[in-house]
């Protein structure tokens, strides 16, 4: 409900009557509405369409400027899920890319792991050859001292 105060009008808080008159919007009455902004209260600084209460009019037309119809609200619903779905596709191609760099190196390290297993087994095959020779050595050398003392000894 809207009370006169001076040159203001409050709808459940004052506001500013700046005489901005807006041909589109008109109230039940047929008048051009105006637009007026709420100076406090929880709505300050939002702006409304609101005529001023003439004594020869019971009009009580209000409706906010930023208010929306049914096509707008659906536009912009519309434009919400369209900006989330573009999000979740630029978010699931950095995960996708994210996916191949991970790939790639996975790749990288198993070739590495390849190339580190073959290093193990030559390693496994030269100690192995090396434990043969020691053994080689180790007879020689008792066979060479066994021949000594036999040498010796006769």
Not at 23 to 52: A, H, Q, S, W
Not at 115 to 135: A, L
């Amino acid at each position: 409900m809207a009370s006169r105060k001076g040159n203001s009008y409050t709808f459940g808080s004052s506001s500013t009557n700046k005489r901005v008159v807006n041909e589109k919007i008109r109230c039940d009455c047929g008048r051009k509405d105006l637009i007026k902004t709420v100076r406090n209260g929880p709505n300050m600084g939002m702006k409304f369409y609101g005529y001023p209460l003439w004594p020869d009019t019971q009009c009580e037309f209000f409706k906010w400027v930023n208010e929306h119809t049914d096509l707008e609200e659906q536009q912009m619903k519309l434009l919400e899920k369209d900006t989330i779905i573009l999000e979740m596709e630029v978010e699931q191609k950095i995960r996708d890319e994210k996916i191949k760099k991970l790939q790639l190196k996975k790749g990288n390290l198993e070739e590495e792991f390849k190339d580190m297993k073959n290093e193990v087994f030559q390693m496994k095959s030269e100690i192995m050859n090396c434990s043969r020779n020691e053994k080689n050595l180790f007879m020689a050398l008792f066979i060479s001292w066994l021949l000594f003392v036999v040498v010796y000894l006769s």
